[in-house]
């Protein structure tokens, strides 16, 4: 069975840290694809990256980092130079690669003070 | 624009009615979800379609069902309400590939049994 766990449950930062969330996952499959969605205060999912177990090289769009290590079977995402307007939730997944069907972590929230 | 609907945004209903939530899409997508909210708990998959007449159980399907007659729309309907049901109710679409597509989500649906 698969399974995601964000170890992380709230992370409290200041404008302009950096924030690092962390995502392990467990799978049988050899492939397989990993996401992350934003869930703002208003509640819905937006979703963010999509990343192949084939693809190991980093992405960085903008102020958003993704680092996807298969040895540690990690998916971390880096929010650099923080602001107000990133603070929500933040959900790590994973599907099969056939299905489709997706298997959340229990998401981490993060909260950006001014 | 495509866009992803969910009716109604809110509902309270009393233990033991029937409750149906509506999801429509209209980016013609062949697979359709729904997923529970849960504190704790992430989101988690209830019940699936991959196209017209295909539906199958999810994670925790017990006490739901579904019906898919045309591709814009998964009704999923709660038979006999429980106050365990009370959660924040997302569907979600996505595109039928040998990779499988990225899944969008509905604004949601907050359901409250009392």
């Known amino acids: 069975a698969q399974k995601v766990t964000q170890a992380q449950t709230e992370i409290s930062v200041v404008e302009k840290e950096d924030v690092t969330l962390d995502c392990v996952y467990e799978t049988r499959d050899t492939t397989y694809y990993l996401f992350w969605y934003k869930q703002p205060p208003s509640g819905e999912l937006v979703f963010l990256i999509r990343r192949n177990s084939f693809d190991e090289q980093n992405e960085i769009s903008g102020r958003y980092s993704w680092n996807f290590q298969k040895s540690t079977s990690s998916f971390n995402f880096t929010i650099t130079a923080s602001q107000v307007v990133d603070s929500a939730v933040y959900f790590c997944a994973l599907s099969e690669a056939a299905g489709n069907k997706l298997t959340f972590g229990g998401g981490t929230r993060v909260l950006v003070k001014p | 624009d495509a866009e992803i609907t969910q009716s109604p945004r809110h509902k309270i209903t009393e233990t033991g009615r029937q409750v149906t939530l509506a999801c429509h899409q209209t980016?013609?997508?062949?697979?359709m979800f729904w997923y529970r909210q849960d504190l704790g708990h992430g989101l988690r998959l209830i019940h699936y379609?991959?196209?017209?007449?295909?539906?199958n159980k999810g994670e925790v399907s017990d006490g739901y069902s579904v019906s898919r007659s045309n591709t814009e729309d998964l009704p999923l309907t709660l038979e006999s309400a429980a106050s365990s049901q009370t959660s924040v109710y997302f569907c979600?679409?996505?595109?039928?590939?040998?990779?499988?597509?990225?899944?969008?989500f509905g604004p949601g649906t907050r359901l409250t049994v009392l």
């Open positions: 379609s991959y196209g017209v007449h295909d539906t």
């Open positions: 979600a679409s996505s595109q039928a590939s040998p990779g499988g597509g990225t899944q969008y």
């Open positions: 980016w013609n997508h062949n697979n």
